[in-house]
């Protein structure tokens, strides 16, 4: 079974500096997608960004990357410039390929601190 | 374009009873999933709909049903509630593809006193 862990439970990071956030996930899988969510206080999931495994290079959404590392099944999300509204609970999440299912399997999350 | 929507928003229940929750997926969506999500447990996936047909179903017990409508919009009930049922339960929906985002609503939260 696909598993999704976040080691870190909550993170720290001043405003307009860059906090990194990491995700390993196992699965015997080859080809899947790789997302991390945004949850703020008002709870409405919200996606940042999404990798497709047989894509080597990493995804990038503005101030947001992901570092990518299939071999070591690690997908860490990098916030640039962090901004006071990116403080809220991020998820990252695997989802398997071939269209059977958009079942989404979840770590526990990150939550983020941004300091002014 | 209206987002997905889930009604309603906010509900209290007493053990033994059971709820119905809605949601109604964005225009042309065509799937819907449905996740719980507790302190203790996380997101938890709980069933997907395609077509009003369940084509995934999580580890729970079978208190918990949905259905889906010919106009995509979705159903979940929960029967005899316990207290370990308080949640917030969030839906999702997505068009057929496979590299489509599944955009969730704003959930219902579920008290059991």
């Known amino acids: 079974a696909q598993t999704v862990t976040q080691s870190q439970p909550e993170m720290s990071v001043q405003e307009a500096e860059t906090v990194t956030l990491s995700c390993t996930y196992d699965?015997?899988?080859?080809?899947?997608?790789l997302f991390w969510y945004k949850q703020p206080p008002s709870r409405q999931m919200i996606l940042v960004i999404r990798?497709?495994?047989?894509?080597?290079q990493n995804a990038t959404e503005n101030r947001f990357s992901v570092n990518f590392q299939k071999a070591a099944k690690s997908f860490s999300l990098k916030i640039s410039d962090s901004q006071l509204g990116d403080a809220a609970m991020y998820f990252c999440?695997?989802?398997?390929?071939?269209?059977?299912?958009?079942?989404?399997?979840f770590g526990t999350g990150t939550l983020l601190a941004v300091q002014p | 374009k209206a987002g997905v929507t889930q009604t309603p928003r906010y509900l209290i229940k007493t053990r033994g009873q059971q709820v119905t929750l809605s949601c109604s997926p964005i225009?042309?969506?065509?799937?819907v999933s449905w996740y719980q999500q507790t302190p203790g447990q996380g997101l938890q996936f709980l069933f997907e709909?395609?077509?009003?047909?369940?084509?995934n179903k999580g580890n729970f017990p079978g208190r918990f049903s949905g259905r889906q409508f010919s106009n995509s919009r979705s159903e979940m009930n929960v029967s005899t509630l316990e207290l370990g049922d308080s949640a917030l339960y969030l839906c999702?929906?997505?068009?057929?593809?496979?590299?489509?985002?599944?955009?969730f609503g704003p959930g219902t939260r579920l008290t059991v006193l």
């Open positions: 999702a929906s997505s068009r057929v593809g496979e590299l489509d985002t599944q955009y």
């Open positions: 699965t015997s899988e080859s080809d899947y997608y």
């Open positions: 990798q497709e495994a047989y894509k080597q």
């Open positions: 999440a695997y989802r398997a390929a071939g269209g059977a299912t958009n079942k989404l399997i």
């Open positions: 225009s042309g969506h065509r799937s």
């Open positions: 709909y395609f077509s009003e047909t369940q084509r």
